[in-house]
């Protein structure tokens, strides 16, 4: 069953509510620590951190528009060796929770004792626009919050501006921010046994109407579908055949780094950088060259992109960081975001949607996909 | 197209599981059975066995068609490894398809161990269909 509560912003400072939220959490014990985006001193970056004393809650930032590592991965390697034996309240944004969904599907994190409230989220910068942005305003997660509520924000990530999930789907909590009017309450709801459970330890209930959010909701959800194919649409023509693909590729240097900032990709020894792809006499090379006469190095860039859409395409919530991460300003995103939208059509699977959901690629049935047999 | 690659030999690689195309190619042999000499057969323990890596591989270095054999459904070796191929296939197929990367040029096809005849046929078949799409634009192409 359901439960929902609002919470009264005062003076206008959300973030202050919602630490006020966090700092009740932690005071009733309803969770033994939180993982949540504290802004660092200089106020360049605000980076999930592990919180066991209230005080340290001081600087948390959970609504400012920097997402600097998918918290999936942080989770994960919280969480791989051993389960946390003590309740841990995390805060995620919609793509880092469905990456988490993924992750567990994928034996890469383990849920005991993880506690998720997810957050509305109007979108993020890349990280070097949230360090130049915070230094120009005082209080940049409430600058950020007045220009999402007006729809102009021209920082926001390509990622975010056709997100189809803003708002979380499998969180115990929900803090909600969409169609309500922010300046004066925000909306908790519960979702889980888990999240009833923080209600009861807070005392949280009361009056609250998230019909307004759930509105808001459907509107904002049927925009963005209609972008998502636009955009779609668009990277096909610009990425599509050949030498398209090859002229979107063209400044890759093989550093890997999008896959290291892929949630997804979780292999601890990736194939393609393994022996098999990159340690050979310099005669195999020549060899390779003198197939076609020249041989690009470092080599097989373009292989190594389409493997890893195979690999991770099923799974990829379209959270935009390999695209964040590439030296070279690569559109990964779109390229990514294009395969793994119709890998995921062709499957009927939503990444994320649900922890019952069969991974495509470990599940099947006798009678499916005739028309790729010959 | 076809008419300007009438002396176009296709470079055709297989990956044929071991306990029913390999074998089909083998009876196909010992039976005297006539086909193109394209194809260069790989033997896997299994068509689920062999990942995209493998099939991208081939055809990023220029092959001009790649097919993989498994066992007819139901009768995987392994139980259900074929099911698994034909996911891993549906899903390449759709990346090569949505970036226009030639994927009629990935053949799933499945040939049980008694089916010599039909390895034959399916070899004569695999070889002209990709003798009419001509060369694989990957063959040139060093910069892949």
């Not at chain 1, 994928?106 to 230094?135: E, P």
């Not at chain 1, 975010?160 to 789907?169: E, F, G, H, S």
Request: charged share 25%.
């Amino acid at each position: 069953m359901p439960r929902n509560a609002m919470l009264e912003v005062k003076g206008g400072d959300i973030t202050g509510t919602v630490r006020g939220f966090l700092e009740k959490l932690l005071e009733k014990k309803a969770v033994d620590a939180l993982l949540v985006p504290v802004e660092v001193p200089s106020k360049k970056n605000v980076v999930q951190t592990m919180v066991t004393d209230i005080a340290q809650l001081a600087d948390v930032s959970p609504l400012a528009p920097v997402m600097p590592v998918n918290t999936a991965k942080i989770i994960s390697s919280v969480t791989k060796v051993a389960a946390s034996t003590k309740k841990v309240g995390v805060i995620l944004r919609s793509c880092e929770l469905r990456a988490l969904v993924e992750m567990v599907k994928l034996k890469q994190a383990d849920m005991n004792n993880i506690v998720t409230i997810g957050i509305d989220c109007f979108g993020t910068y890349s990280v070097t626009d949230y360090a130049v942005f915070s230094q120009e305003h005082d209080t940049p997660a409430g600058e950020y919050l007045k220009k999402a509520a007006s729809g102009t924000d021209t920082l926001l990530r390509p990622a975010c501006k056709i997100c189809q999930y803003p708002y979380p789907l499998t969180a115990d909590m929900t803090i909600g921010l969409f169609g309500l009017p922010i300046e004066k309450e925000i909306l908790v709801h519960s979702g889980t046994k888990e999240g009833d459970q923080v209600f009861e330890a807070l005392g949280l209930d009361g009056e609250a109407d998230p019909a307004k959010r759930d509105e808001a909701l459907s509107a904002l959800k049927s925009e963005r579908q209609k972008l998502k194919e636009e955009f779609l649409a668009q990277v096909q023509q610009e990425a599509g055949g050949l030498d398209n693909m090859l002229s979107v590729l063209s400044a890759c240097v093989a550093c890997h780094n999008c896959r290291i900032a892929c949630p997804i990709c979780y292999c601890r020894e990736c194939l393609l950088d393994s022996p098999t792809f990159v340690e050979w006499e310099a005669e195999k090379y020549l060899d390779w060259a003198s197939r076609k006469g020249a041989l690009r190095l470092p080599a097989d860039s373009l292989l190594f992109h389409l493997v890893r859409m195979n690999h991770m395409g099923a799974s990829c919530v379209a959270c935009g960081l390999c695209e964040d991460a590439c030296p070279n300003s690569i559109a990964v995103y779109k390229l990514f975001c294009l395969a793994g939208s119709r890998v995921q059509e062709t499957f009927e699977y939503t990444p994320g949607r649900s922890a019952d959901d069969e991974l495509p690629l470990t599940a099947f049935k006798e009678e499916e996909f005739k028309g790729f047999e010959k | 197209m076809a008419d300007d690659n009438k002396d176009f030999e296709p470079i055709l690689v297989g990956f044929f599981c071991n306990w029913c195309t390999s074998t089909a190619a083998d009876l196909a042999g010992t039976t005297r059975l006539q086909y193109p000499p394209n194809i260069r057969p790989i033997r896997t323990m299994c068509s689920g066995s062999v990942d995209p890596i493998y099939i991208l591989r081939a055809l990023l270095s220029g092959a001009d068609g790649i097919i993989i054999g498994g066992c007819n459904p139901g009768d995987c070796h392994y139980v259900s490894g074929n099911y698994k191929a034909r996911r891993r296939i549906a899903g390449l197929k759709t990346i090569l398809d949505t970036l226009g990367l030639e994927n009629d040029r990935v053949w799933l096809k499945w040939i049980s161990a008694a089916e010599g005849q039909k390895f034959a046929v399916t070899m004569r078949d695999f070889t002209e269909k990709i003798k009419e799409l001509g060369p694989s634009p990957f063959r040139k192409n060093w910069s892949v």
